[in-house]
């Protein structure tokens, strides 16, 4: 199902030191699955993290920004606690309490404050969080822990997805091998800003406060701020990069040249990775579809337009049929709000077939021609505005008749 | 298919005294259907119409702006083409061209000029008009004119629908009966600013300049633009409403009080009623949901929020599996854009089950009681906000593994 995703191989991902991680099946929905995952961080170890903008953000979101607040870049925050099955959203105070109870077991497991423990729901909205299962499953997580668990981890954050999501790079900094492993999952519920996704990147580099957070805020920008799948926002989207200081270099101050950009582009590329790996396996996705719209005057314009390609269900749905029934382009284009858009500057391109010119038919276009690239697994959608400098990029994937089947039966 | 929706009995549509209505079978796309309709308007009809916003906006619609530019309040107009099975949209200059010819050709017909034709199509985007075949079904269709064909005419512009779609309305207007009939197409492409729909209202009532067009615009924004099937507005969409002064009664002023909001009354009615007739036939729908938002601080708002619950694929999935995973409807309201909303006030209810009180789920509630609300075909979504006293009402329709057939096999 998942289009040109392979599940990780657990060689392929590198142990970050500083890090631990332990799972366990705690039952907090159905029986037999992973679904409690531990991370803990030494000591010293940086957190930074970008979350849902959904009003209705989830209790642990809520508990997540406030222990952030308190103590991520200072330096304090020392495990991470992740459950699927149940979002503990929609459930007010009783919610909050119930997360604090999670934190507060998993903080005496490990000797720790409670305020050093950040804490992830995803599944259900609206119903209470079994808090009491979870803390019975702690003590098996964290007994679990180990370096090396970064593959278990991956599979014990998946809801509907179908393939675990891992990705693991190194790099040379100030002559030292650092390494950047991240998992993330999420297959519905997506959309920027963010989905309903969760994302975890630890690296070993040492970086000076402040640029942790700049760093978070840039990757999610350029990654999982750039994917829809059904322009659903959750109320738990979290995505949380981590830096355990332990590869031995002199700290990083700045991201836009020497040590700092290497470390940023390994960043932004497993965060890139991790996106995309959501959106290829995307509930019921048989495509992956990358929209390209440039020469816009500003990038703000640009992303109108590309998200209005990427939600619209007619031309999901066209993708899902291999149809090339492209002018359902045109009219997202059209409907995407720029009111002044001139639609005869318009070109559009799939994959290399310049279907439009001028806001019209291109007269050498051949069906076969669309055709022939709407039968690809990966396809780009590339519009011309014709109206200025701007450009950008965002990934989506097309809607099945799966996609409706999988919704339709999530809780049952 | 439909919801709760039959087809009109032709003995249900009264006639308008100065409309004669004509069907032809052009064989625009597919052979022995009816796909064409002429409307032949006596002299001294008003017409006034609001089209889409979309920029992308088809040939059909630039021409219909400007000949109602030049003649519609003046009371110029003398007929309406109407194809389906070619939206004639994306097509540049060549489409103008073909759309003019049509024009040219009915209105040698009729022995009219040019600009006094109002052309209308629908189908497919970005294919070229195939404007000889739908001239030589002029023949038929003019012959075929006559005052009682409302329902033919319904039929004649029908696409994806699966019901024709016409309603009737009488009131008494200075001592006279006056009648309002009108006529709809839609199912897909629909949101409001207007939906793939095409909309034609004809009234014999006497309206003073000026106060059709703000009579349309009443009538689009109390009804077509209340509705949304999957989000996406259509490069073709034309509600057109016609006056033709025959009743009698002494010309209407205005529309706030008297004769005036007798008048407003009944042709809002027979827009909703139309409207409504395409969510209940919207592509694949099994559910009819009404969204009403209170409580807001300004239309807008409530618009939002109403909009993000009905354009959800998550929460219309949901509603297509009768399931009360109502969790989705508060993170649809938290992502509605309303920045500073406080979660902790909102309620929600389904039909009469209060479901969210205060933020999070009601203690009282049961889901047995929400399931048994998601069973029915006609289910009311009710969001107060608490905060102001704005509200607005938007209708829509749930998200079926067959929408997404029907729109996988539209072309084939």
């Not at 631990?20 to 803990?40: F, H």
């Not at 836009?256 to 991790?274: F, I, P, S, Y």
Request: aromatic fraction near 4%.
């Amino acid at each position: 199902m998942p289009v040109n995703l392979l599940p990780p191989l657990p060689t392929a991902l590198f142990a970050v030191p500083g890090v631990r991680l332990g799972t366990a099946m705690a039952g907090v929905r159905k029986p037999n699955q992973r679904d409690v995952l531990v991370m803990e961080l030494a000591p010293g170890t940086q957190v930074a993290g970008v979350f849902t903008t959904n009003r209705f953000c989830a209790a642990p979101v809520q508990l997540c920004r406030r222990h952030l607040d308190l103590l991520g870049v200072a330096g304090g925050i020392r495990a991470l606690i992740v459950n699927t099955g149940n979002a503990n959203a929609g459930t007010g105070d009783d919610g909050l309490a119930r997360a604090l109870s999670v934190c507060r077991s998993l903080a005496r497991h490990l000797a720790v404050e409670v305020q050093q423990v950040l804490p992830f729901s995803t599944g259900v909205i609206m119903e209470s969080l079994p808090h009491e299962r979870i803390e019975a499953g702690l003590p098996a997580a964290v007994s679990d822990l180990a370096p090396a668990h970064w593959a278990e981890a991956a599979e014990a954050i998946m809801t509907t997805d179908t393939v675990p999501k891992a990705v693991s790079r190194q790099v040379q900094l100030g002559g030292r091998t650092v390494t950047v492993t991240g998992i993330s999952k999420g297959a519905g519920m997506i959309r920027p800003n963010m989905a309903t996704m969760l994302g975890f990147i630890a690296t070993d580099a040492a970086v000076a406060p402040g640029v942790l957070q700049a760093l978070v805020k840039d990757a999610a920008d350029l990654s999982f701020n750039r994917i829809t799948i059904d322009g659903d926002t959750s109320t738990n989207d979290s995505f949380v990069l981590i830096a355990t200081a332990q590869a031995g270099h002199a700290p990083i101050h700045g991201l836009n040249e020497g040590d700092g950009a290497v470390l940023r582009e390994a960043v932004v590329a497993v965060a890139q990775t991790l996106a995309q790996a959501i959106v290829r396996d995307g509930e019921g996705a048989t495509k992956f579809i990358t929209v390209q719209v440039d020469g816009g005057r500003h990038e703000d314009e640009c992303r109108q337009v590309a998200y209005a390609i990427a939600h619209s269900p007619l031309i999901k749905t066209a993708f899902f049929a291999s149809d090339p029934n492209l002018g359902r382009i045109l009219a997202a284009i059209g409907y995407a709000g720029l009111s002044d858009l001139e639609a005869s500057q318009v070109d559009l391109w799939l994959d290399d077939v310049h279907v439009v010119t001028n806001g019209a038919r291109n007269p050498s276009y051949l069906e076969e021609d669309g055709a022939r690239v709407m039968r690809q697994s990966d396809i780009t959608v590339g519009v011309r505005l014709n109206r200025g400098t701007a450009r950008t990029t965002v990934w989506t994937c097309d809607l099945s008749t799966d996609y409706v089947k999988i919704n339709a039966d999530y809780r049952s």
